[in-house]
């Protein structure tokens, strides 16, 4: 079954990490770049970054850009988003999301179901 | 940063009617880089468009999308009960952005 599943959400201090992890399968996952996007509870969505399939294309949006890092483990069919200086307005729904191509950015084409990361003092 | 304004914000329509979404680009894009999702409660967001107007595996010919430069539309030709959700455009090109949303909701 093609599938993503992520963990590593949770309730976390402002100011602190957070280090977010998606499992993939179903599909050759080093062919595909992958995505984070969030979503606020209530709220639309949010792309986070993205990575290509050999890591050597990577993006952040500029409200992450200097604390958040995407990376990812081909051998383990894994992706990660390393979470620092957490702030209040990070609280969101964080998917794990394939792309359609490997080296550019394009459509979203499989997406999991989604970590909880919750903010607060 | 290319902004994406989607109208209306909801849509009430009862089922069997047409819907027809819109997404406005704050600039000019290529269509190639501009996809529709769908998103139910509770759920993932899926890929309906890519494109513009090529619809993803598995998504039924009553969705279409079209347009071009700053004008892009999806329509629902006419509604099943499963298709009352939100709809978010998103251009993934240069910048990778996606609109608010537009709410189908049932009259």
């Known amino acids: 079954e093609v599938e993503l599943v992520e963990s590593g959400g949770g309730l976390v201090q402002p100011g602190r990490s957070l280090r977010l992890s998606c499992a993939a399968s179903?599909?050759?996952?080093?062919?595909?770049?992958m995505h984070w996007v969030r979503q606020a509870p209530g709220k639309g969505l949010e792309w986070v970054s993205g990575i290509s399939w050999n890591s050597a294309n990577i993006a952040y949006a500029d409200s992450v850009k200097g604390r958040f890092t995407i990376s990812r483990d081909n051998a383990k069919n894994s992706l990660f988003l390393q979470m620092n200086s957490l702030r209040t307005e990070d609280t969101a729904l964080y998917y794990c999301?394939?792309?359609?191509?490997?080296?550019?950015?394009?459509?979203?084409?499989?997406w999991g179901q989604g970590t909880r990361v919750t903010v607060s003092s | 940063e290319i902004v994406l304004t989607q109208s209306p914000g909801t849509l009430s329509l009862s089922p069997g009617e047409r819907a027809t979404l819109s997404c406005r680009a704050s600039?000019?894009?290529?269509?190639?880089?501009v996809g529709w999702y769908q998103q139910k409660p509770g759920q993932a967001p899926r890929l309906l468009i890519y494109g513009a107007s090529s619809r993803a595996t598995g998504i039924p010919d009553r969705f279409s999308g079209s347009g071009s430069e700053t004008d892009f539309t999806l329509t629902i030709s006419r509604l099943e009960p499963e298709d009352f959700a939100v709809y978010y455009c998103h251009h993934y090109g240069t910048s990778r952005t996606f609109g608010q949303g537009t709410k189908v909701e049932i009259k």
């Open positions: 999301v394939k792309d359609t191509v490997s080296v550019t950015f394009d459509a979203f084409d499989l």
């Open positions: 179903g599909f050759i996952f080093d062919d595909y770049a």
């Open positions: 600039q000019s894009v290529s269509s190639t880089y």
